[in-house]
């Protein structure tokens, strides 16, 4: 049998932009500050992309990595996963390609963002335990919106794009923002936080490094041990690998609502 992955746990890494003031501000803003944690493992051999479950189930089943990574358990206190009998994993890879924040410029051009940056408001509807009262969140939660499609399904599926939706959403006591600007920056800082860039040998241009996986465990009856037992579009954990480095970096959220 081929060698594991073992890891290692970084307690003392520092998460510059996530750990600022006005990220940390904007976060309890939205409900989510209180239900996510953002850590650090190292690993010990290359990683090929074909071995994303096999590095996962490691991963998730390491004795170093049960003793340490952080989970919201029941009554939504911060515990160690603990030793856990996980039968399978479910290992999503996530595009991760973007180098500029230019990606959103066309939330500007398509009547969902004034130049101010200012969020066009719609009625008020709810959708799946979220309250929709403007076209970004529209966007993101209904297929029958003018702007569902304003991002492709290939370009929704990319890291940066997940990390931004996931702040529009917010927890399940969110006071939105009526302005893009503090979703676009937040996205930014957590992307920052996670992801390696280089420069390409050839071309001299920025790309970035990264595996990104969003990943869920399950035990022996097919419950969901993590991130969640409930399945939620709030509830997510997602792997950032950085193969020169060696290292992987957790983005875990639990929702504290009525799952769905």
């Given at each position: 049998?081929?060698?594991?992955?073992?890891?290692?746990?970084?307690?003392?890494?520092?998460?510059?932009?996530?750990?600022?003031?006005?990220?940390?501000?904007?976060?309890?803003?939205?409900?989510?500050?209180?239900?996510?944690?953002?850590?650090?493992?190292?690993y010990n051999k290359h990683f090929q992309?074909?071995?994303?479950?096999?590095?996962?189930?490691?991963?998730?089943?390491?004795?170093?990595?049960?003793?340490?990574?952080?989970?919201?358990?029941?009554?939504?206190?911060?515990?160690?996963l603990g030793v856990s009998k996980v039968?399978?994993?479910?290992?999503?890879?996530?595009?991760?390609?973007?180098?500029?924040?230019?990606?959103?410029?066309?939330?500007?051009?398509?009547?969902?963002?004034?130049?101010?940056?200012?969020?066009?408001?719609?009625?008020?509807?709810?959708?799946?335990?979220?309250?929709?009262?403007?076209?970004?969140?529209?966007?993101?939660?209904?297929?029958?919106?003018?702007?569902?499609?304003?991002f492709p399904e290939n370009e929704k599926?990319?890291?940066?794009?997940?990390?931004?939706?996931?702040?529009?959403?917010?927890?399940?006591?969110?006071?939105?923002?009526?302005?893009?600007?503090?979703?676009?920056?937040?996205?930014?800082?957590?992307?920052?936080?996670?992801?390696?860039?280089?420069?390409?040998?050839?071309?001299?241009?920025?790309?970035?490094?990264?595996?990104?996986?969003?990943?869920?465990?399950?035990?022996?009856?097919?419950?969901?041990?993590?991130?969640?037992?409930?399945?939620?579009?709030?509830?997510?954990?997602?792997?950032?690998?950085?193969?020169?480095?060696?290292?992987?970096?957790?983005?875990?959220?639990?929702?504290?609502?009525?799952?769905?």
């Amino acid at each position: 049998m081929a060698e594991k992955f073992q890891f290692q746990y970084i307690a003392d890494r520092k998460f510059v932009g996530v750990s600022s003031n006005t990220v940390k501000d904007l976060l309890i803003k939205w409900g989510m500050h209180d239900q996510m944690n953002l850590q650090m493992f190292t690993y010990n051999k290359h990683f090929q992309q074909y071995q994303k479950d096999d590095f996962v189930m490691d991963f998730i089943t390491d004795p170093c990595v049960q003793s340490n990574l952080q989970i919201l358990s029941s009554n939504f206190s911060w515990t160690p996963l603990g030793v856990s009998k996980v039968a399978k994993v479910d290992v999503l890879s996530v595009p991760c390609t973007i180098v500029s924040m230019d990606f959103f410029n066309r939330l500007f051009r398509q009547g969902l963002v004034r130049e101010s940056g200012m969020i066009f408001k719609c009625f008020d509807e709810y959708v799946e335990g979220f309250t929709i009262s403007d076209e970004l969140r529209k966007m993101h939660l209904m297929e029958e919106s003018d702007n569902y499609d304003v991002f492709p399904e290939n370009e929704k599926e990319e890291f940066l794009f997940r990390i931004f939706k996931h702040l529009c959403l917010g927890g399940d006591i969110c006071q939105f923002e009526d302005n893009v600007n503090p979703y676009l920056e937040t996205s930014k800082a957590i992307y920052k936080d996670l992801v390696s860039v280089c420069k390409d040998a050839d071309s001299k241009q920025l790309k970035t490094r990264s595996h990104v996986f969003k990943i869920s465990a399950l035990d022996l009856d097919g419950e969901a041990i993590y991130p969640s037992g409930n399945k939620h579009e709030q509830s997510f954990a997602y792997l950032v690998l950085d193969p020169l480095k060696r290292n992987v970096f957790v983005w875990y959220h639990k929702w504290r609502g009525i799952a769905w």
